[in-house]
T-cell receptor, first 112, second 115 residues
Framework: NAGVTQTPKFQVLKTGQSMTLQCAQDMNHNSMYWYRQDPGMGLRLIYY???????DKGEVPNGYNVSRLNKREFSLRLESAAPSQTSVYFC???????????FGEGSRLTVL | DQQVKQNSPSLSVQEGRISILNCDYTNSMFDYFLWYKKYPAEGPTFLISISSIKDKNEDGRFTVFLNKSAKHLSLHIVPSQPGDSAVYFC??????????????FGQGTTLQVKP
């Protein structure tokens, strides 16, 4: 059972470049999330999708876009990367009725 | 404005002793609280949770205590083991967020358990 799979695991970008972080879950969960983790800041919610076909902004959505492609997949796009977006990004999912989220292993992004 | 705060960035404990990790919150609408554990280069993993209708929840060596009047929760690990060395995150969910699953996380506390 793979759980939540994120690709790529590492990426280096130059300022202004674009990229998409991919996330897929095989647990048939309804809800999916993108968080970023920065030193001293904990995990902050970027965007989430409570169910297939819906997406909503979290705490720090500026500079990002998301697509809930289907029930399994939820991608995060940086259209014009900035150094402030250097971070570790985590995708998570949750089944209906549960409180806890299941996280992927993370994607470390560096923007130069 | 940090709604969930973990004021101790780090904690060091001797193996076999009790580890107590603390978390404070400001939003009185929070009704569900969770603790996550994170090893380096891995994603956070769920450890234990507590609903606001309870004041204690226990799972093996891990116990979470909730003091609603003080807006404070704590995680007790007894006895502590070297494998417990990790970053621990406190998280909270607000009334109305139970369906969306949105969690607000604290900054994390790094626990080191010395052999």
């Amino acid at each position: 059972n793979a759980g939540v799979t994120q690709t790529p695991k590492f990426q280096v970008l130059k300022t202004g470049q674009s990229m998409t972080l991919q996330c897929a879950q095989d647990m048939n969960h309804n809800s999916m999330y993108w968080y970023r983790q920065d030193p001293g800041m904990g995990l902050r919610l970027i965007y989430y999708s409570a169910s297939e076909g819906t997406t909503d902004k979290g705490e720090v959505p500026n500079g990002y876009n998301v697509s809930r492609l289907n029930k399994r997949e939820f991608s995060l796009r940086l259209e014009s990367a900035a150094p402030s977006q250097t971070s570790v990004y985590f995708c998570a999912s949750k089944r209906v009725g549960a409180g806890e989220l299941f996280f992927g292993e993370g994607s470390r992004l560096t923007v130069l | 404005d940090q709604q969930v705060k973990q004021n101790s960035p780090s904690l060091s404990v001797q193996e076999g002793r009790i580890s107590i990790l603390n978390c404070d919150y400001t939003n009185s609408m929070f009704d569900y609280f969770l603790w996550y554990k994170k090893y380096p280069a891995e994603g956070p993993t769920f450890l234990i949770s507590i609903s606001s209708i309870k004041d204690k929840n226990e799972d093996g060596r891990f116990t979470v205590f909730l003091n609603k009047s003080a807006k404070h929760l704590s995680l007790h690990i007894v006895p502590s083991q070297p494998g417990d060395s990790a970053v621990y995150f406190c998280a909270a969910s607000a009334i109305g967020s139970s369906n969306t699953g949105k969690l607000i996380f604290g900054q994390g506390t790094t626990l080191q358990v010395k052999p």
